[in-house]
């Protein structure tokens, strides 16, 4: 990794296990740097995240620190091949830090866990849901920053659907009804209706993949739904414990990585599965609001 540059988040989870499995030897950083005849200097970066490890680098340094596990030393030497690799949304002058590092995770993850009580995950939106999403902003956005914006979106929906990646999704039953409220407005978008059957059309279609399970929370459900705003969770490895999550805000995204937060990230998304409709109860309550025969917020 160049000098100056951020740390990526595969460079940095790489450095976490690395400076785990030292700690777990009883191994300090001057016996890491004598492994690999580098400086104390060289591990700390290295576990930091602000330089990246070679694979021979990671293949020594796992053998000081006695793991024999095949699996687990493939498993981060493919990390240390892979946390410099250019990805395919730095091309889009667009995507800014914050959402970068969102892409980076999901790209990596082999579960995602989504919670949306105002809408749906990217991964769930229609082209034209997107678009007024993006531009219903209070920051009016040049045209070709939409366009920018929207192919983004397409490409992550394209590449979590055919990775088959495990995704988990919890919305709250108004983003779903709330789509149909004849006496909404909107100048910028006189297709609104449209655009909302659009929408549930499209989730619909989603759901029908093998690694997609969607479910809704009943309405009634508030102070469920009100505990958190959204939230996405990551796991990377074949462990079902939740390894990082993002809240998205306005401007900014944070990534949550501390243990104790994770746990709790974990036990509120189940909470909130559990008190959920199955997911094929879910589809018949989206198809039935389509419909116009639905129970209108109350599954």
Not at 55 to 74: M, N, Q
Not at 96 to 122: Q, T
Request: charged share 25%; proline share 4%.
């Amino acid at each position: 990794m160049p000098a100056g540059r951020k740390p990526t988040y595969r460079s940095k989870r790489l450095g976490a296990l690395l400076k785990q499995y030292r700690i777990a030897a009883e191994l300090d950083q001057d016996d890491a740097a004598a492994a690999i005849k580098g400086s104390t200097t060289k591990i700390s970066r290295l576990e930091s995240g602000h330089v990246s490890a070679r694979p021979l680098e990671v293949d020594v340094l796992l053998t000081r620190y006695g793991i024999k596990d095949d699996l687990e030393r493939a498993r981060l030497e493919k990390l240390a091949m892979e946390s410099t690799k250019r990805g395919w949304w730095l091309d889009f002058r667009s995507v800014k830090d914050g959402y970068a590092e969102v892409i980076a995770l999901e790209r990596d993850a082999r579960r995602l866990c989504s919670w949306y009580p105002n809408g749906f995950p990217g991964a769930f939106q229609s082209d034209g849901y997107m678009e007024r999403i993006i531009t219903s902003g209070p920051k009016k956005l040049p045209a070709e920053e939409i366009a920018e914006l929207i192919e983004v979106r397409r490409q992550r929906r394209t590449r979590i659907v055919d990775s088959g990646v495990q995704l988990s999704v919890v919305v709250w039953a108004p983003a779903i009804t709330g789509l149909f409220d004849d006496n909404a407005t909107d100048d910028a978008h006189p297709d609104v209706h449209q655009t909302h059957q659009e929408q549930l059309e499209h989730v619909l279609t989603m759901c029908e993949a093998e690694n997609v399970s969607l479910q809704v929370l009943p309405e009634h459900a508030v102070v469920l739904a009100g505990m958190s705003a959204q939230f996405t969770a990551y796991t990377f490895d074949a462990a079902a414990d939740f390894e990082a999550v993002t809240i998205e805000g306005l401007t900014t995204c944070q990534v949550i990585e501390e243990a104790e937060d994770l746990s709790s990230y974990m036990n509120l998304f189940d909470a909130l599965r559990s008190a959920a409709l199955p997911p094929d109860a879910s589809v018949r309550f989206i198809r039935e609001t389509l419909e116009g025969t639905g129970s209108h917020g109350h599954p």
